[in-house]
């Protein structure tokens, strides 16, 4: 069973900057994707970004390339989503996910999902 716990979402002014963190625990096994997800009120969830860690390769959607950035820490299993130039259209949960081989574009190819954390852009 592999556990994932977020932190970092908040409140921010468009144009600001929020970072998000997701530790995962329960397994060591390095061929694994980790990644985030977020869904707006009243709109489908959405894949933002996805990192392969065994090869560094990562994924962004159109609508947050340039602007967030994934990073990862193997030592302590634990992925970034770093968020700039905030607009008020990221304003969702955002959803940390993870599973085995690599990335997939689909939410439910993720084997573990976390419990989200809020993310809200002011205007």
């Known amino acids: 069973q592999v556990q994932l716990v977020e932190s970092g979402g908040g409140s921010v002014q468009a144009g600001g900057s929020l970072r998000l963190s997701c530790a995962a625990y329960g397994y060591s096994y390095s061929y694994n994707c980790m990644g985030w997800f977020r869904q707006a009120a009243g709109k489908e969830r959405e894949g933002v970004a996805s990192?392969?860690?065994?090869?560094?390769?990562?994924y962004y959607a159109d609508s947050v390339k340039g602007r967030f950035t994934i990073s990862q820490d193997n030592a302590k299993n634990t992925v970034y989503l770093q968020m700039n130039s905030l607009k008020p259209e990221d304003t969702a949960m955002y959803y940390c996910?993870?599973?085995?081989?690599?990335?997939?574009?689909?939410?439910?190819?993720?084997?573990?999902w976390g419990q989200g954390t809020q993310v809200t852009v002011s205007s």
């Open positions: 996910v993870w599973r085995w081989g690599r990335c997939r574009r689909r939410y439910d190819e993720y084997n573990y």
């Open positions: 990192i392969y860690p065994a090869d560094v390769s990562t």
